[in-house]
């Protein structure tokens, strides 16, 4: 089983500039596919044009078979909503059978919310749940109709740290075998769940592929630094162009975690910045200045060949 989706489509909200999504994704059997990207990028309107929710051009096919033309309901997905979606006036349980109103053959919504750890709140109202007990019934309410296809946007967004953790862990076991379609601006998020990315950027895909290539082998500026890549401009690093040999049009890139900080490496620079990120600390250096550094400690960086990444300033559209 694969989901196509060839599609375009134009959002206006009210009051709103217009807004365009021209994007092609492909989902096979058992894969996650998480589609990546900052806010206003078009993620969530292509994920609900996927789902039948917006008109737009082109198809969307499920095993080949032209969806575009269904209803959302009867299209055979699951969709869990950034903002829960849930009835407030059903009971837990009700929300979470609501599905067998279209669809003959649904899950037992007891089964379903033990599964998900949550079994005690079958006859609470959703007002009454915190947002880690609603995005669980929510999960079980997309999963009850045994859809085809699992459709996520940024299910993981309005909860704290230690609730997301945990919700992030049952979602990796949930779409282990799962076909899905998952949507966030979270790298980490992205990272932990993705068997392929997608990158979007004003409306279009810009990069896809392993969370490994998209991560260490960005195509563009853009898509390192949202993927948390310091972005090194060659005209401020003359001696490191000369180094690696490389055209004018090049910056190279290069992962956090990939630079050391010493006594004696390839460059030098000052630390301008140290902060504590749980068991890490980030530290800012300026470095490749063609001055002396006048304040702050001085500290070699050491880049790794292996682990440097050269791309153009500016990447064609996948």
């Not at 699992?150 to 953790?165: H, K, N, S």
């Not at 800012?284 to 990444?309: N, Q």
Request: proline letters at 6%.
């Amino acid at each position: 089983m694969s989901l196509h989706a060839d599609v375009s489509a134009m959002f206006s909200a009210d009051g709103a500039d217009s807004f365009h999504v021209d994007a092609e994704i492909e989902v096979e059997r058992g894969e996650s596919l998480v589609i990546l990207g900052p806010s206003g990028s078009g993620k969530t309107l292509l994920l609900e044009t996927v789902a039948g929710f917006h008109r737009h051009d082109g198809p969307v096919t499920l095993d080949g078979a032209r969806v575009s033309d269904t209803d959302p309901e009867n299209r055979d997905f699951g969709f869990v909503f950034q903002d829960y979606a849930l009835f407030p006036h059903m009971t837990v349980r009700e929300n979470v059978d609501f599905g067998s109103r279209y669809h003959d053959d649904t899950r037992d919504p007891d089964a379903l919310l033990a599964e998900l750890g949550v079994s005690g709140l079958t006859d609470r109202y959703p007002p009454t749940l915190s947002g880690g007990e609603k995005q669980r019934v929510a999960l079980a309410r997309a999963l009850a109709i045994r859809p085809e296809v699992m459709l996520l946007d940024e299910p993981l967004a309005a909860l704290d740290v230690p609730t997301r953790q945990a919700l992030r862990d049952d979602l990796a076991d949930v779409l282990a075998d799962a076909t899905a379609i998952y949507v966030t601006h979270n790298r980490t998020t992205a990272r932990a769940l993705a068997d392929r990315l997608v990158v979007m950027n004003d409306g279009g895909v810009v990069q896809s592929g392993t969370p490994e290539e998209v991560f260490h082998r960005p195509e563009s500026p853009m898509v390192a630094r949202f993927t948390g890549s310091n972005v090194i401009d060659l005209d401020d690093a003359p001696s490191l162009r000369s180094a690696l040999d490389v055209g004018g049009d090049d910056v190279v890139t290069i992962r956090p975690e990939s630079v050391g900080i010493g006594d004696d490496g390839d460059v030098r620079g000052t630390v301008e910045r140290a902060v504590r990120e749980d068991a890490t600390t980030r530290v800012t250096v300026e470095a490749f200045a063609e001055r002396a550094p006048a304040v702050g400690d001085e500290v070699w960086l050491t880049l790794p060949e292996s682990d440097i990444h050269i791309c153009r300033r500016a990447a064609p559209r996948a």
